[in-house]
């Protein structure tokens, strides 16, 4: 029985990472075209080439970023395998057919037409937030992180620095189009926000504390936490400089949420113990986030 229970986890997982990445990609259709289109911005990557021919031709967006993104693929599969690309396929194909339809369901609805720097914000946090939500669920939105992962394999320069590099020549690039500067700025202001938003909702997902309690009741503290909120607790042996006594010293790990529980808990068992709490940006390991490398 106990064989099936990992191979179950991992079923429940990658469904619940795909379902996320489709409601990031959804996110993301709604920034682009319902706030970010209709107000002439330009993002990056290759909905920004995408933004670029719609304005220039009129060209629905979905088809130049499909066609663009199949092509990337093609060579992400040849170059980088097919674990690298199979999620990344999918957030394709799931942004391409949910970008007509939300075309479709807002046909006629202008939003904040004469605010453009407003339809900015929203439009730039919608699309950070969905491209956050995609990233933690180890998704990728395809485009230039195909291109920088290529890059990177083959040249030492970083991920981010590639993207910035496309994103900032495909933003530029909306002048020769739009022929207005003004709108360039806000595209260069949505480039900005979407990547702060996408910081928040990474690490926002990741976010634990730790603590450090030295208290001669720490067994009894140990053991409630080991029961409630479920967490785990080390023992370290110290020593007080000044006093030279010996000390037990609890090191607990826990989510940011817990850590209310774990104070509440201190305080009904010793409330003159001495705790310092931390936040960490990442923990890795049983009952925390999955590793997950790209």
């Known amino acids: 029985m106990n064989m099936h229970i ?21 996110m993301y259709g709604i920034g682009w075209t319902v706030f970010l289109l209709p107000n002439d911005i330009t993002t ?19 088809y130049v970023y499909f066609g663009i ?27 391409t057919s949910f970008l007509p339809i939300i075309q479709q369901l807002t046909d006629g609805v202008h939003l904040l037409n004469d605010q453009p ?53 495909i933003i530029s690039s909306s002048y020769f189009v739009l022929k207005d500067w003004e709108k360039v700025v806000y595209g260069y202001v949505t480039l900005y926000i979407c990547s702060f938003v996408l910081d928040q909702v990474v690490n926002s997902a990741r976010q634990s504390v730790q603590f450090f309690i030295i208290s001669e009741k720490y067994e009894e503290i140990a053991r409630h936490i080991n029961v409630y909120p479920h967490r785990g607790a080390t023992v370290i042996n110290a020593s007080g400089f000044y006093t030279g006594k010996e000390i037990k ?20 068992i010793d409330p003159n113990a001495f705790v310092s709490q931390s936040q960490v940006i990442g923990v890795y390991g049983e009952g925390f986030d999955k590793i997950k490398v790209k």
């Open 117 to 169: 720097f407003m339809a900015c914000v929203i439009g730039a946090s919608f699309c950070g937030g969905g491209i956050g939500i995609a990233f933690s669920s180890n998704g990728s939105t395809g485009g230039t992180d195909i291109i920088a992962a290529i890059i990177n394999k083959y040249r030492d320069i970083t991920l981010g620095r590639v993207m910035l590099f496309c994103d900032l020549i």
């Open 249 to 268: 010293m609890l090191f607990v790990l826990a989510k940011k949420r817990e850590s209310t529980i774990i104070f509440r808990l201190i305080k009904d």
């Open 6 to 26: 990992p191979s179950r986890q991992n079923i429940f997982r990658e469904m619940r990472d795909y379902l996320m990445i489709a409601l990031g990609m959804i």
């Open 69 to 95: 993104n199949f092509l990337l693929l093609l060579l992400a599969i040849r170059i980088l395998g097919w674990k690298f690309s199979i999620k990344t396929i999918f957030a394709v194909f799931t942004l």
């Open 44 to 62: 990056g990557g290759v909905p920004g080439i995408a933004s670029l021919v719609y304005f220039a031709t009129g060209l629905p967006v979905q």
